[in-house]
């Protein structure tokens, strides 16, 4: 194998020069496919009937085939660029491959996002064009099950509200027993307090009898002995 520029080879030049053209070729193929899957296939499609795009299955296949050719020169460039003496030459080469491959895989995963998109564009239309057959045929029959189902989501809304007024009347008693609880304990304190302003007069006023008690036998006591001195003193006197 020939290399030029101290081990920048031809035929890796021309490989990697053609896996850009066939890069370059996928991605305008890539566009078409997404533009015409995305375009409305019919314009003479019944109001009923879903409007999908046409799809390309050649034009995606053919895609397919550009991003295997790719693949396989960057698998041939990866083993030619390890064998190129010069390191810098060689890690430029590691680079562009490297970037073509990203490139590649990245158009890669496009197309198989699109595949599978189209798919399932495809899965609808036939589950709706179903439906409509059945609904055709069996109209009534549907019409009753759209009653059915009207009817249970009334009753389902019904006991939701019966529910929601529920709690809100349960957490309104729960609000009034608290406000009454509150203030059954404003009540009990202040009773205790009463109580104990209470106990504390009952405490000073048999104080007050005892003290007064004790200033009666004083005065009493000091009577009778103001008494007999007097009469002793008369006495002795005379």
């Not at 003479?44 to 009937?49: G, I, V």
Request: proline residues 2%; aromatic residues 6%.
């Amino acid at each position: 194998m020939d290399f030029s520029g101290g081990g920048g080879g031809a035929t890796l030049s021309e490989m990697y020069q053609s896996a850009r053209r066939l890069l370059l070729s996928a991605r305008d193929g890539v566009a078409r496919v997404e533009r015409l899957a995305s375009a409305p296939a019919s314009s003479s499609y019944s109001a009923s009937a879903p409007l999908v795009g046409a799809p390309d299955p050649a034009g995606a296949e053919a895609v397919r085939r550009e991003v295997a050719q790719i693949q396989g020169l960057c698998a041939q460039m990866d083993r030619l660029w390890r064998s190129i003496p010069a390191k810098g030459q060689r890690d430029l080469w590691k680079r562009k491959v490297e970037q073509l491959s990203e490139e590649v895989d990245s158009l890669k995963e496009t197309l198989d996002k699109h595949s599978l998109r189209q798919r399932k564009r495809i899965l609808e239309a036939k589950e709706r064009a179903e439906l409509f057959e059945r609904a055709n045929g069996e109209s009534s029959h549907v019409l009753q099950i759209f009653d059915d189902e009207a009817q249970a989501m009334q009753s389902a809304r019904s006991s939701s509200r019966m529910l929601d007024e529920a709690f809100e009347t349960g957490v309104a008693i729960l609000h009034k027993y608290s406000d009454q609880r509150d203030r059954l304990k404003s009540a009990q304190r202040k009773a205790l307090d009463v109580l104990n302003t209470v106990g504390l007069s009952n405490s000073v006023l048999k104080l007050i009898e005892k003290r007064h008690r004790v200033d009666k036998r004083i005065a009493y006591g000091g009577m009778i002995i103001t008494v007999v001195l007097m009469v002793a003193f008369w006495r002795w006197t005379h």
